[in-house]
């Protein structure tokens, strides 16, 4: 639960994802694999923008207002 702000923020951040990339590479647990596909599909619904893929600025709301910015980093390693 976040305490600040700016800890409700989410800006396309590759490191979970690219964790459980490596867990299922060490030791080809299908559920690193399950989790990284519910990663893309929550990617899809929640930061899915007209012209790409865009940061929430509050995790917690039930309509994310999207901060109209995709990171240079998302393409290059969290989509990896």
């Known amino acids: 639960m976040a305490t600040r702000l700016s800890e409700r923020y989410y800006i396309l951040r590759p490191e979970v994802v ?16 399950q989790w990284g596909w519910e990663v893309v599909k929550a990617l899809e619904k929640h930061c899915r923008v ?3 893929f865009s940061g929430i600025r ?11 910015m995709q990171q240079s980093f998302f393409l290059a390693e969290t989509l990896k």
């Not at 964790?19 to 030791?27: A, D, N, Q």
């Open 50 to 52: 007209e012209a790409g």
């Open 18 to 33: 690219e964790s459980y990339m490596y867990m299922w590479r060490l030791t080809h647990d299908p559920k690193y694999r």
């Open 58 to 68: 509050d995790v917690y709301t039930t309509t994310p207002t999207h901060d109209n």
